[in-house]
Structures are given as structure tokens and as C-alpha cells.
């Protein structure tokens, strides 16, 4: 599958030509741009059905709550990278319970679509990787797999827009995952990505507050084996 030469350079590079990624992708203003697409949308006086890839329940609250504005919005759980099965599932159970909440609060139907748990198939694909920081390579191919899968999903089944939550963490590149998601537009284009900054105008602190109100819970590391073991390691040496 074809990819940008941004984000080529970002999954092969090193730190230090990631940190050479253009200027002009990384100061764009994401935000804005979602801002225009929805004005244009609302002003038609119909809402578009919207494919939403969501990593986890705390992370869909907020982005959930502006794009129902907007969008017939369903929720996609499709995230192979999660280790092990039980967090896997403790994560979309906190998800589907919020959602179902959700809907009940606002008289809303919004569904929940997830596939198949595979995580002995992903990790091959991160193990070249290796444990390093989170952040670099190993994180943005996982990015990208998951988005992948996610849209393929969206554009197969015909919606509208395709669109991820993860632009909501003040961990995650808003930068490189729009820039994923342009350039799986090129592949799948009977559905259009949604560019979004929704950690912008404190769409973060929003989220953790509505989290907080739904008593969810929310895990303290990211999803893969690699992860787990880093913060193992940060929770051993706390304790020295």
C-alpha cells in the first residue's frame, strides 16, 4: 500500500529524522480544517454516517460527544495491538458500557463494531522494533496498522467519513496520525478522512472529566507487550 513520504520516513527513520518531518505538515491546523469540513457539512442539514476508530473508552468520550453533533456516528474497536486478551476485553467493556450510557443519556443510537483479537498475528509485525521509547517507529507503524484496518472496514461497508479519536492524547502526534489518515484515503477512496485536533481547546481535560463522571476505567500504559513491560519497569523503579 502506498504511503506519504512523511510518514515513510517516520516509520523507517530514526529519531533524528523524525524530528526533520516537514514543518509545514506539523504546524497545520488540524483543528481549524475539521472546524470548516463540519461548518459545511452542518449547512447541507444532513448528518453523513461516520466510521469512528477508537483505541479506548476514555479516549471516545469527548471526541463521541462533538461528532454526534454532526455525524450518524458509529464506534470502531479494532485494536489488535492491545496485550494481553483481558486487558483487551476490559477495555471494551469500559467502551461499550460508556457507549451504552451514552446513548441512553442523549436518546442516541450509536453502535460499537469490533473485530476479531489477533495479537499473536501483530506482534511479528513490532517485534524488529524491539523495546524502545514509546513514541518513535514502533508506535507509529501501530498507528498505522490499526488505522488501516479500521478504515478498510469503513470504506468496504460505504460510510461516509472515516475518522479516528486518537488525535485526542496529548501523547499521540496529531501531525502523523492525519497524515495516516490522507494517505489510506488514497487507497480507500469511497470514504473520506475526517481530519481532527480533538486535544485542541482542551478536548483532553474534557474527556477525563466526562471519564470521570462515567466512573471509567482507564489504563496506565498504551497496549502492547512492549508497553506493559516499560511501565512495569517505571512502577519498580518508583518504588527504589
Keep these: 500500500m502506498p504511503i506519504s513520504m512523511l510518514l515513510k520516513k517516520n516509520i523507517d527513520s530514526s529519531l533524528l529524522e523524525m524530528q526533520c518531518l516537514s514543518m509545514t505538515e506539523q504546524n497545520k491546523n488540524y483543528n481549524l480544517e475539521y472546524k470548516?469540513?463540519?461548518?459545511?457539512?452542518?449547512?447541507?442539514g444532513i448528518k453523513p454516517k461516520l466510521f469512528?476508530?477508537?483505541?479506548?473508552?476514555?479516549?471516545?468520550?469527548y471526541p463521541l460527544t462533538e461528532l454526534v453533533n454532526h455525524f450518524d456516528v458509529t464506534v470502531g474497536y479494532i485494536n489488535q495491538n492491545?496485550?494481553?486478551?483481558?486487558?483487551?476485553?476490559?477495555?471494551?467493556?469500559?467502551?461499550?458500557?460508556?457507549v451504552k450510557e451514552f446513548n441512553e443519556e442523549n436518546n442516541l443510537n450509536v453502535?460499537?463494531?469490533?473485530?476479531?483479537?489477533?495479537?499473536?498475528?501483530?506482534?511479528?509485525?513490532?517485534?524488529?522494533?524491539g523495546p524502545i521509547r514509546e513514541g518513535l517507529e514502533r508506535c507509529t507503524?501501530?498507528?498505522?496498522?490499526r488505522m488501516n484496518k479500521a478504515y478498510k472496514y469503513a470504506n468496504d461497508n460505504h460510510y461516509e467519513y472515516f475518522a479516528t479519536v486518537m488525535t485526542v492524547s496529548s501523547k499521540k502526534p496529531s501531525a502523523i496520525l492525519n497524515e495516516i489518515?490522507?494517505?489510506?484515503?488514497?487507497?480507500?477512496?469511497?470514504t473520506k478522512f475526517l481530519v481532527s485536533d480533538f486535544k485542541k481547546e482542551d478536548g483532553q481535560l474534557k474527556g477525563?472529566?466526562?471519564?470521570?463522571?462515567?466512573?471509567?476505567?482507564?489504563?496506565?500504559?498504551?497496549?502492547?507487550?512492549?508497553?506493559?513491560?516499560?511501565?512495569?519497569?517505571?512502577?519498580?523503579?518508583?518504588?527504589?
Design 36 to 44: 470548516n469540513i463540519v461548518k459545511e457539512i452542518d449547512n447541507k
Design 208 to 240: 477525563i472529566r466526562i471519564a470521570k463522571a462515567h466512573n471509567m476505567y482507564r489504563q496506565d500504559y498504551c497496549g502492547c507487550s512492549y508497553s506493559l513491560e516499560a511501565r512495569k519497569n517505571y512502577l519498580k523503579e518508583k518504588k527504589l
Design 181 to 190: 489518515g490522507i494517505s489510506l484515503n488514497k487507497e480507500y477512496t469511497n
Design 82 to 98: 492491545i496485550y494481553p486478551k483481558e486487558e483487551y476485553d476490559r477495555r471494551e467493556e469500559t467502551l461499550r458500557r460508556f
Design 52 to 61: 469512528l476508530h477508537a483505541c479506548c473508552g476514555p479516549c471516545l468520550t
Design 141 to 145: 507503524f501501530c498507528h498505522w496498522y
Design 111 to 129: 453502535e460499537v463494531i469490533s473485530l476479531p483479537y489477533d495479537y499473536d498475528s501483530f506482534f511479528p509485525l513490532i517485534e524488529k522494533y
